[in-house]
């Protein structure tokens, strides 16, 4: 069974900066595509960040993407962290390497992790 566990997520002010990690277990992590994707209340999924260097252009420049194999885990470093990044942030995982900005090309979800960036 594939879980997907993300944590890092809090408040913090605008200009301020964050780390999400997301442990996978289940999947062969070396060969699962990771992605990072956030919602804000009233509005649809968005992707935020996917492979080793695949960025929305709302966070290009700010947000980082990384993976450790070894520790089964993602990252996703945020910083000048603005009110307009406010969202439920979630992990997503495909079974292939095959990366994706779509929402609906991957298979498995975290349950997601709250930032909230006060101005």
């Known amino acids: 069974q594939v879980q997907l566990v993300e944590s890092g997520g809090g408040l913090v002010q605008a200009g301020g900066s964050l780390r999400l990690s997301c442990v996978a277990s289940?999947?062969?992590?070396?060969?699962?595509?990771m992605g990072w994707f956030r919602q804000a209340p009233g509005k649809e999924r968005e992707f935020v960040a996917a492979g080793t260097s695949a960025y929305a252009d709302s966070v290009k420049g700010r947000f980082t993407i990384s993976r450790d194999n070894a520790k089964n885990t993602v990252y996703l470093q945020m910083n000048s962290l603005s009110p307009e990044d406010t969202a439920v942030y979630y992990c997503a995982a495909r079974s292939d390497t095959l990366y994706y900005t779509a929402p609906g090309k991957y298979s498995y979800w975290g349950q997601g992790t709250q930032v909230t960036v006060s101005s």
């Open positions: 289940g999947l062969t992590f070396s060969r699962s595509a």
